[in-house]
């Protein structure tokens, strides 16, 4: 039986990460947040950059793409306490907005038992629908 060496399983590792971080950038562009937007397109970046690195053999590379990696799973675990709504963590917050939406999340006004409720017109005369 053949043995995979270190170099062919970042590989797969590598594309493993690009195919799960374009389904995750899909998804995410169907809601209403822009910070995952931006990560989810560095990190595309930065794999390809570690996939190149490893074909290559470009240790720099190599060690950019650990770094970030490690950042990576930082930023995930802040991701699942966020929708958790761990400590002062809220979904109702504009944070990941970084407050320049009042747009809501697709999947909240078409998901599943979801209800379409309209908001009243702002008093400071805009004209817009806002949903929630």
């Not at 990941?96 to 038992?113: A, D, K, L, Q, Y």
């Amino acid at each position: 039986m053949g043995c995979c060496t270190g170099r062919c399983s970042l590989i797969c590792l590598c594309a493993l990460q690009l195919i799960s971080a374009l389904e995750r950038q899909i998804f995410d562009f169907l809601g209403f947040q822009w910070a995952p937007i931006l990560g989810n397109f560095l990190h595309i970046i930065v794999v390809i950059l570690g996939l190149f690195g490893t074909i290559q053999y470009r240790p720099r590379y190599i060690m950019v793409y650990t770094v970030w990696t490690a950042l990576w799973v930082t930023w995930n675990v802040f991701i699942i306490c966020f929708y958790l709504e761990v400590g002062g963590l809220s979904k109702d917050t504009d944070l990941m907005t970084f407050n320049i939406s009042v747009h809501r999340s697709w999947w909240r006004e078409h998901g599943p038992g979801c209800v379409r409720r309209v908001l009243p017109p702002s008093p400071h005369g805009m004209m817009d629908d806002y949903t929630y």
